[in-house]
């Protein structure tokens, strides 16, 4: 099967049903574990991207929060939130289809804060340097809460079974 094809039509055909020009389809050992096309507009939900949907349904179906083994196949490459969610299930591969650059002569998607052409360098500032008011109130009771985590799990800091570096 042609994983990147398949992602193209559901892409399309999210927008023949009215959605956004986005999909994600995750395959592992040769198949689809999962597979979504972005449903902000149908769910009025910011984070219904479709990486975010379909990384969701593949971890339920396998049972795991790492997708080690896995080629995820995105339309578009990811904007930050999709990518950090990338990063975190730590698959095999991302291939992506298109960039930016690519298809925004025919979409745009800029927010009050956040414009996809500046937002990596927003990103980069310190927290009180971003264009999105941030406040910052310490209070230790917060950091007692992952003192409480890393007691409930024999002194590790790390999840177990994350893969790591």
Request: hydrophobic fraction near 35%.
């Amino acid at each position: 099967m042609d994983f990147a094809q398949r992602t193209i039509d559901l892409a399309r055909q999210n927008v023949a049903e009215g959605g956004r020009p986005f999909a994600t389809v995750i395959v592992k050992d040769g198949q689809i574990v999962a597979e979504s096309p972005n449903k902000v507009a149908q769910t009025g939900d910011p984070t219904a991207h479709a990486e975010i949907l379909a990384i969701r349904e593949a971890c339920t179906k396998l049972g795991t929060e790492h997708l080690t083994g896995a080629t995820i196949y995105v339309l578009a490459h990811p904007c930050p939130m999709c990518l950090g969610s990338l990063y975190y299930c730590s698959p095999d591969e991302v291939v992506f289809l298109t960039t930016r650059d690519d298809y925004e002569p025919h979409y745009v998607d800029d927010r009050k804060y956040f414009e996809l052409a500046t937002f990596y360098g927003e990103f980069a500032k310190n927290w009180d340097e971003r264009r999105l008011p941030m406040t910052y109130d310490p209070r230790d009771a917060a950091v007692d809460v992952y003192r409480e985590w890393q007691a409930r799990n024999g002194g590790e800091r790390r999840v177990a079974g994350a893969p790591t570096a």
